[in-house]
């Protein structure tokens, strides 16, 4: 089995009502049978913030590549420990996605997920 990258912004007063609006979207579009590369095979998420000075894009940016280089990660995030923990949840297929705020009502949720 293989594991592919997944973003997807869902709307929910909280990370959990977001998060549950955006496995129930996965389920609709991509059936219930799992291995979808959707946010629907991730068992939940884990909430970080997005620093002062750098976007969601950023930081989705840093992510992409922190599989090979967390160089862009550690200039965000400046902490190890920050940086190590967040890479670890993005880059492994089994553990629970990575939610970043992007507004007042909206989340992003993004890892890998298995296919």
Same mark, same amino acid.
């Given at each position: 089995?293989?594991?592919? !990258? ?7 007063? &909280? ?10 979207? *996965? ?8 291995? &979808? ?9 884990v ?10 894009a950023? $930081? $989705?940016? @840093?992510?992409? $590549?922190?599989? !090979?280089?967390?160089k862009?990660?550690? *200039?965000?995030?400046?902490d190890?420990? &920050? ?12 553990? @629970? @996605? ?18």
């Amino acid at each position: 089995m293989g594991a592919e !990258q997944f973003e997807t912004t869902a709307i929910g007063a &909280t990370a959990d009502e977001a998060f549950a609006v955006a496995v129930n979207e *996965a389920h609709y579009w991509h059936g219930h049978s799992g291995y &979808t590369g959707t946010v629907c095979e991730k068992p939940g998420f884990v909430e970080f913030p997005v620093p002062e000075g750098s976007t969601v894009a950023d $930081v $989705v940016a @840093a992510l992409e $590549v922190s599989w !090979q280089d967390t160089k862009p990660l550690e *200039a965000i995030y400046g902490d190890t420990d &920050t940086v190590s923990k967040i890479a670890g949840f993005y880059d492994d297929k089994w553990e @629970a @996605a990575i939610a970043l705020r992007v507004d007042e009502t909206s989340w992003l949720f993004c890892g890998w997920a298995s296919c």
